[in-house]
Nanobody
Framework: QVQLVESGGGVVQAGGSLRLSCAAS????????VGWFRQAPEKEREFVAA????????DYSDSVKGRFTISRDNAKNTMYLQMNTLKAEDTAVYYC??????????????????WGQGTQVTVSS
């Protein structure tokens, strides 16, 4: 069983940057693919980014490609989401997720076994 805890959310002006962190415990973090999703008010949760256990494969949604960077530090059991050039439409609750299998389903909520509680990101225009 893996527990995930996000941090780093907050309020930032459009064009600014934030870095989210997700600390893992209770499992073998280095064996899991990890990812980020987000959910804006009255919208469905959507895929943002994901990285395999060894960092060999990374994927981003089109809406964040070129602005966001996902990374992981297996020695610290932590993953990150660096968000640059933030836009008002990036406002959402951001969730980290982990899974040991199913990379082909990385863009689907059902493809992930473990979830954090979420952290709010608000971008003011």
């Amino acid at each position: 069983q893996v527990q995930l805890v996000e941090s780093g959310g907050g309020v930032v002006q459009a064009g600014g940057s934030l870095r989210l962190s997700c600390a893992a415990s209770g499992g073998t973090f280095r064996s899991y693919a990890v990812g980020w999703f987000r959910q804006a008010p009255e919208k469905e949760r959507e895929f943002v980014a994901a990285v395999t256990w060894n960092g060999a494969s990374i994927d981003y949604s089109d809406s964040v490609k070129g602005r966001f960077t996902i990374s992981r530090d297996n020695a610290k059991n932590t993953m990150y989401l660096q968000m640059n050039t933030l836009k008002a439409e990036d406002t959402a609750v951001y969730y980290c997720a982990a899974a040991s299998t199913g990379w082909h389903r990385r863009s689907e909520e059902s493809g992930w076994a473990y979830w954090g509680q979420g952290t709010q990101v608000t971008v003011s225009s």
